[in-house]
């Protein structure tokens, strides 16, 4: 467990020092979203009726772009070598950069998140459903995210590659995180969309770090 | 046995003695389920003429599944046991499966239109099977991202093992949620709900595309091989020449 936090205070005490990296990611967020207005107009219905949506697609276009620097830096000074021979798994090294990476992007997604809604005249109803999707979304997305960038490790044109890879696989995650929270804006049931969206963070936390582990090693071999 | 065939001279040898037992029953096959499909079997009672788009549609939706699962599992084969023609088969299969799922859903497409009143609906099943196609796509490009290609080749085959989770989930998207797209009728619980009269000519193709499938992946294994053996021989030539 102390190789986990260790690796974790890193992570962020590294994030911290280049804050303007995390910062970037959600200035990105906030233009892609304040884009669409411009091009389909400001009707108030048609925009409170996108904003599920637009919050989800434009938060996963944000990630993407986070995810290339996740092992690349590591990878070209050799720490992530080092990490490697050390006494932690390289599991655990993959949870610890997800949580990192969630801590330091996903988060302040989320916390952008309803300020964009609010533009988009999101239905109060809705809110709730959006702050608890993305809490459940936006982990799921890191772990496979982490994945992407283990995979792509090295490779030319990475970024562009990296989201070819993830974004059908997060798919899912962005079906039934706008889902409920149309769900909640019509008044229907939320739960059995949270209860799925749960079950993929619970799965992606079991299986993600192997895959990322096992894409580790063999671009380190 | 499989370990036999690690030594490519040998596999080369094999495979040319069984590629024509899978090209000619494959041509034969399609050949004769085509014909039974477009002039010797009957029309559907609502759909009319147009239930013939089915006889390409759904036996290249089998495949679209079908070389996908054969992918995953070589590439597991190369990965644990490192096997070096699983990644080769891998690597070969690809394209053959994206050209099946792109001729699944141009089909299904093309029988869409007649039949929906519309080219393409966001309903599960062409979703997750357009996603399969992306799938396909992320495997290529990733092998082909390394400068180092057994990089490239381990790298895409963690993919396709993780994107393998895609294929239950098309499989029974039908079943899950509720679909435009009709639900199984071919394998079921119960037993087919399709008359035998267009049930035969459906696995004619079905049979006739697998076989199909057995002997380009046959032939593109050779040429793979055969590519990678020139890319070696012209770089021992080029050392040859810079130490002369």
């Not at chain 1, 949580?99 to 005249?121: D, Q, S």
């Not at chain 2, 400068?147 to 393998?164: H, N, T």
Request: glycine residues 8%; proline residues 6%.
């Amino acid at each position: 467990m102390s190789a986990l936090t260790l690796i974790l205070h890193r992570e962020i005490r590294l994030a911290l020092r280049q804050i303007s990296d995390s910062a970037i990611i959600v200035l990105f967020f906030v233009l892609a979203a304040v884009l669409f207005p411009f091009g389909v107009g400001p009707e108030p219905n048609m925009l409170a009726r996108m904003a599920p949506g637009v919050v989800w697609v434009t938060a996963l276009l944000a990630a993407m772009l986070s995810f290339e620097r996740l092992f690349t830096p590591d990878y070209e000074d050799g720490s992530l070598e080092q990490l490697a021979l050390g006494p932690a798994p390289l599991e655990m090294v993959a949870i610890a950069k997800a949580a990192a990476h969630w801590l330091t992007t996903g988060l302040p997604l989320m916390i952008a998140a309803p300020l964009i809604a609010v533009l988009y005249r999101l239905p109060d109803a809705g809110y709730g459903a959006l702050i608890t999707t993305m809490a459940l979304g936006t982990p799921t997305i890191s772990l496979i995210g982490t994945v992407g960038a283990a995979l792509t490790l090295g490779s030319r044109r990475g970024g562009v590659l990296l989201s070819l890879l993830v974004i059908p696989l997060i798919i899912p995650v962005l079906i039934f995180g706008t889902a409920a929270i149309d769900a909640a804006i019509s008044g229907f049931a939320v739960g059995q969309h949270l209860m799925l969206m749960g079950g993929f963070l619970l799965g992606a936390l079991v299986l993600t770090p192997l895959a990322t582990a096992a894409a580790l090693r063999q671009a380190l071999e | 046995m499989i370990q036999q065939y690690a030594n490519p001279a040998r596999f080369n040898r094999l495979a040319t003695t069984l590629m024509p037992w899978f090209a000619w029953p494959a041509g034969i096959l399609i050949v004769a389920g085509l014909y039974f499909a477009l002039f010797n079997s009957p029309p559907d009672y609502q759909q009319g003429d147009t239930v013939r788009i089915m006889y390409v549609h759904v036996p290249a939706a089998w495949m679209a599944l079908f070389v996908y699962t054969s992918m995953a599992i070589s590439s597991a084969v190369g990965l644990i046991w490192k096997h070096p023609l699983a990644h080769l088969s891998a690597q070969a299969a690809a394209p053959i499966g994206a050209c099946f799922t792109f001729v699944c859903l141009l089909t299904g497409s093309l029988w869409g239109k007649p039949m929906w009143g519309t080219w393409w609906v966001w309903d599960a099943r062409l979703t997750s099977v357009l996603i399969l196609f992306f799938l396909y796509l992320g495997f290529m490009a990733l092998q082909n991202a390394f400068d180092d290609p057994r990089r490239g080749e381990r790298s895409a085959a963690i993919l396709a093992i993780i994107g393998f989770i895609n294929v239950p989930i098309i499989k029974f998207s039908v079943d899950w949620w509720n679909t435009l797209h009709q639900p199984a009728s071919v394998v079921k619980m119960s037993g087919p709900a399709i008359h035998s009269s267009m049930l035969i000519p459906l696995f004619m193709m079905g049979v006739g595309f697998t076989l199909y499938f057995g002997a380009l992946l046959l032939l593109r294994m050779k040429t793979l091989m055969l590519a990678r053996r020139a890319r070696g021989m012209s770089m021992a030539q080029l050392h040859q020449q810079a130490a002369e």
